[in-house]
């Protein structure tokens, strides 16, 4: 609690004490960003999401609509209440800055990719697997399919597609569908990431284990964690044993 003269001074001079406002990686969608970072703020999700689609806007922070979900690293923040878009977009670009410093990006020019592609990379790990000590390793396996044209067939990414993320498994009609999220329609990174890339995401993709694995399926204890194969015959035999033991829970 604040005192009177505390009160009457805020209210005189217009001091205001600093909100806390926090977002994670769970956060997919330009329009579940902008209701989460609003919450506790004067502006509203609507006006902040205007500014996370105005091309024109992000251009010279160097993002467009699909990769300004990037702009947020995830992190408690302090801002006052009634800062605006505006203020608000150029405190998270520093923030980027800050936390991109020479090492991180260093690391990201050795592999080929800009912080942006990292994040949209990390974005599809965290998705994978919440298993941290897997992460580099899967990590590792769509970098292998990224440098040799193969399609990274993620099936996280199917999802963000069809935007439905209470599905539980992905069927063969679904990898078609048309979009430039769907990486089994697609060559290459999507154009933007399928959820806010965690940190941990991102370093395990600027220290990816190096390794020759091109595919990974679910392990049949269903615990979570994956099983990486070299070759394709292997793969399928890994997948017929996760899909033995789905069909039978």
């Given at each position: 609690q604040i005192g009177d003269r505390e009160l009457i001074e805020k209210f005189k001079y217009g001091r205001q004490t600093p909100?806390?406002?926090?977002?994670?990686?769970?956060?997919?969608?330009?329009?579940?960003?902008?209701?989460?970072?609003?919450?506790?703020?004067?502006?509203?999700?609507?006006?902040?999401?205007?500014?996370?689609e105005d091309e024109e806007f992000?251009?010279?922070?160097?993002?467009?609509?699909?990769?300004?979900?990037?702009?947020?690293?995830?992190?408690?923040?302090?801002?006052?209440?009634?800062?605006?878009?505006?203020?608000?977009?150029?405190?998270?670009?520093?923030?980027?800055?800050?936390?991109?410093?020479?090492?991180?990006?260093?690391?990201?020019?050795?592999?080929?990719?800009?912080?942006?592609?990292?994040?949209?990379?990390?974005?599809?790990?965290?998705?994978?697997?919440?298993y941290l000590p897997e992460k580099p390793t899967?990590?590792?396996?769509?970098?292998?399919?990224?440098?040799?044209?193969?399609?990274?067939?993620?099936?996280?990414?199917?999802?963000?597609?069809?935007?439905?993320?209470?599905?539980k498994r992905i069927y063969n009609n679904m990898l078609l569908y048309p979009s430039p999220y769907n990486t089994y329609y697609t060559t290459g990174l999507p154009p933007g990431p399928i959820r806010i890339a965690s940190v941990a995401g991102i370093d395990a993709v600027l220290n990816m284990h190096h390794h020759d694995f091109f595919y990974m399926c679910a392990k049949d204890d269903l615990s979570g964690s994956h099983v990486f194969a070299l070759t394709y015959p292997e793969h399928l035999q890994n997948a017929a044993k996760y899909t033995a033991a789905l069909n039978a829970r």
């Amino acid at each position: 609690q604040i005192g009177d003269r505390e009160l009457i001074e805020k209210f005189k001079y217009g001091r205001q004490t600093p909100v806390r406002i926090t977002w994670n990686n769970f956060v997919r969608t330009r329009e579940e960003l902008a209701g989460k970072v609003t919450t506790h703020l004067l502006m509203d999700s609507v006006t902040l999401l205007q500014y996370l689609e105005d091309e024109e806007f992000l251009a010279p922070y160097g993002f467009n609509k699909e990769t300004s979900r990037c702009l947020f690293i995830p992190n408690t923040y302090e801002v006052y209440w009634n800062i605006s878009p505006r203020k608000l977009l150029k405190k998270m670009q520093e923030n980027h800055k800050v936390f991109w410093n020479d090492e991180r990006k260093a690391k990201a020019k050795a592999l080929g990719l800009t912080p942006i592609e990292v994040q949209t990379l990390a974005s599809i790990v965290d998705e994978e697997t919440n298993y941290l000590p897997e992460k580099p390793t899967v990590a590792g396996m769509y970098y292998n399919r990224l440098k040799t044209d193969m399609p990274l067939q993620a099936d996280p990414t199917v999802k963000f597609a069809m935007q439905n993320f209470a599905l539980k498994r992905i069927y063969n009609n679904m990898l078609l569908y048309p979009s430039p999220y769907n990486t089994y329609y697609t060559t290459g990174l999507p154009p933007g990431p399928i959820r806010i890339a965690s940190v941990a995401g991102i370093d395990a993709v600027l220290n990816m284990h190096h390794h020759d694995f091109f595919y990974m399926c679910a392990k049949d204890d269903l615990s979570g964690s994956h099983v990486f194969a070299l070759t394709y015959p292997e793969h399928l035999q890994n997948a017929a044993k996760y899909t033995a033991a789905l069909n039978a829970r």
